[in-house]
């Protein structure tokens, strides 16, 4: 305060000299306080160590300051991000209100199909700009190619194959440093590595007799092989992220992969709500990996580095 009071007076007093004999005084004035502070929490039973001289308490207020400015930045950020999805959620829900059924395949549903994953394609493009294309926003347009493609039976080993592509975008994306993790991986992280490698044989396992009736055995037993391998390696890679987000959005996607094959090579009998879950879980895997995506900074701002030193 005494400090604070001759920096006001210089200020604003034009009689003010600004002596040497007046800094001085108001220096005494600060160190006879700071004394005095310190042997009122010696006489409290404090140690000299809990002695927190003026500035700590200054550079505390300054960091609960940054603290409450980052949780509101932080909100707003989120509020723009829900309302720059409404164009998800509104094709998304023209999706399931008209409800094309799939013995009617024709452009319009196809577009309808598309149309939550092109509107999620163009918000990466306009967080992340054109770079993008060659990583999530890419992986998007080509899934949405992908749903195009699968409207027809015919048009299933196309789509496959643009999903394909869609899943190699992502893993480079994952390989990215954007993506890279500050902590080496744990062994619990190599075994779950281990085991998504195990669930992905399995499975090509487990349907590999049900391909080999379907009329396209030849083109598409060693596509679907190659297609779980890429799928299981972009789930690994995203597991190693450690982003939240992204790890669920990939294990997701295996869900609703899976949940489509069992159904389209006639695994099991066909699910009474089994379209819904394909594409209910396909959505949100989705979703959530770009948002991860638009979420992930590279680098920081100088204000981010500040708050880490």
Not at 13 to 24: A, L
Not at 156 to 182: C, E, I, K, Q, V
Request: overall charge positive; some cysteine.
């Amino acid at each position: 305060r005494h400090q604070e009071t001759g920096d006001t007076l210089r200020r604003t007093d034009p009689e003010w000299s600004g002596g040497w004999e007046r800094e001085r005084e108001v220096q005494r004035k600060i160190e006879t306080h700071e004394i005095l502070w310190k042997e009122a929490g010696l006489r409290k039973g404090n140690s000299p160590d809990t002695y927190r001289p003026w500035f700590c308490v200054v550079k505390e207020m300054d960091i609960l300051e940054t603290a409450a400015y980052d949780r509101r930045q932080r909100r707003n950020t989120y509020c723009v991000l829900f309302l720059s999805l409404s164009p998800f959620f509104l094709a998304i829900a023209a999706y399931f209100y008209l409800w094309i059924p799939d013995s009617s395949p024709s452009v319009l549903a196809a577009a309808i199909k598309a149309a939550p994953v092109i509107s999620l394609a163009l918000l990466v493009l306009s967080y992340k700009g054109g770079r993008s294309l060659l990583g999530v926003a890419g992986g998007l347009i080509f899934s949405a190619g992908g749903d195009y493609c699968l409207i027809w039976p015919e048009l299933f080993l196309h789509g496959m194959a643009s999903f394909a592509l869609a899943h190699l975008l992502y893993s480079l994306t994952f390989l990215s440093t954007r993506y890279s993790s500050l902590s080496p991986s744990s062994s619990l992280s190599y075994f779950f590595y281990l085991l998504l490698w195990l669930l992905g044989g399995g499975i090509y396992a487990y349907i590999f007799p049900f391909l080999q009736k379907t009329p396209d055995a030849a083109a598409l037993t060693p596509g679907v092989g190659v297609y779980v391998a890429l799928i299981v390696l972009m789930a690994t890679l995203a597991v190693r992220t450690r982003r939240p987000l992204i790890m669920m959005g990939s294990l997701i996607f295996m869900t609703s992969d899976l949940t489509l094959a069992l159904q389209t090579f006639k695994v099991t009998e066909p699910l009474e709500h089994g379209r819904h879950i394909v594409m209910t879980t396909y959505y949100l895997a989705q979703l959530l990996i770009a948002v991860g995506d638009i979420k992930a900074v590279e680098g920081g701002d100088e204000f981010a580095k500040w708050k880490k030193s």
